[in-house]
């Protein structure tokens, strides 16, 4: 259980929290707060010090309907944070699908690219296979654009399930060993509130399928609004159930805006389990 990212080895026998820290003017719940570069290092060290393991910069938001954003000026958002935080001895993912913010990022030193399009955008599997970093392959149908727009399949567990796997395959064909890949069933990406529920219960099927660790990234996103009824900034407790679901399906990794409370989550998790993680 442990996975390689560049110069770094990332145990993950005890799951680890990952904090978002969005770089971007319109991101859903950060959007705008950390634009400015000594913002976003303060906001980068906060998480940290509150027990995040690694910090993911993004630079163009991804949420149902948000405007595409150049490669040159995803390029001049992440870039400087990313150099800060590696310099600082942070382990720092990118989420990104462009091949060539993909190679700026790892020309700054990121250790781990993570894309919502699990590589598929053309040349993007050419440029991590580069590197040495650790690549997050995520599911998703469609694009941001209009993935929200009636979302169907025949049985979601198992085709993320099959899409996972290709794109884990298409990676090692490439070059990228096992030992670097996760996978991410892609919650709200192309989904309903009952898919999301469906894969948060098929976590087990999707990491015995592809045989690499799972991130999970639940917080604050929208299936809380159907599910309680709160808007974005009263979804704290309803992030941390979910991502306490997510460990117990399997996932090692847990994408967060609230790292110090979903440490804690972590935290009586693994003592639940008897402090020894999973085997
Ligand atoms: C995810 C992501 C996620 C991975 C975003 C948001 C929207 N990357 N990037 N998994 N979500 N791997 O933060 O709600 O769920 S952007």
Same mark, same amino acid.
């Given at each position: ?20 820290? /969005? ?12 634009? !400015?570069? *000594? ?11 509150? #027990?995040?393991?690694?910090?993911? =910069?993004?630079?163009? @938001?991804?949420?149902? #309907? ?17 150099? &800060? ?11 990104? *699908? ?10 700054? #030193?990121?250790?781990?690219? /993570? ?8 040349? &993007? ?6 590197? @040495? &970093? ?17 979302? *169907?399949?025949?049985? =979601? ?21 096992? !030992? ?5 069933? #892609? ?8 898919? /999301? ?11 015995? &399928? ?11 996103? *929208? ?9 974005? /900034?009263?979804?704290?407790?309803? @992030? ?7 460990? !117990? ?29 999973? =085997?």
């Amino acid at each position: 259980m442990r996975l390689k990212c560049v110069g770094r080895e990332l145990d993950l026998t005890i799951p680890v929290v990952m904090g978002v820290l /969005n770089v971007t003017p319109d991101s859903f719940f950060d959007g705008g707060r950390f634009v !400015d570069l *000594s913002a976003a290092l303060d906001h980068a060290q906060c998480m940290i010090t509150a #027990g995040a393991t690694l910090i993911d =910069v993004g630079g163009e @938001s991804t949420r149902p #309907g948000a405007i595409p954003v150049s490669a040159d000026e995803e390029k001049r958002r992440v870039t400087p944070i990313i150099e &800060a935080l590696v310099s600082r001895g942070v382990l720092v993912s990118v989420d990104t *699908s462009k091949p060539e913010v993909i190679r700026a990022a790892l020309r700054a #030193g990121v250790q781990m690219i /993570n894309d919502v399009r699990a590589l598929r955008s053309p040349g &993007a599997l050419e440029a991590v296979a580069e590197g @040495s &970093a650790a690549i997050c392959l995520m599911h998703m149908q469609r694009e941001p654009a209009d993935m929200q727009r009636a979302p *169907s399949y025949r049985d =979601v567990v198992d085709e993320v399930a099959e899409f996972l796997v290709e794109r884990v395959a298409a990676c090692i064909q490439a070059g990228v060993s096992r !030992d670097r890949l996760l996978v991410d069933p #892609g919650f709200g990406f192309g989904k309903t509130v009952e898919h /999301n529920l469906e894969l948060l219960r098929g976590i087990p099927k999707i990491m015995a &399928a592809t045989g690499v660790p799972v991130l999970a990234g639940l917080s604050r996103k *929208s299936m809380l609004a159907a599910l309680t009824g709160r808007p974005v /900034n009263e979804r704290l407790a309803g @992030s941390l159930a979910l991502a306490l679901a997510a460990l !117990d399906g399997g996932a090692r990794i847990i994408r967060c805006h609230d790292v110090a409370e979903t440490c804690d989550v972590v935290k009586i998790w693994v003592s639940i389990r008897g402090g020894g993680g999973l =085997v």
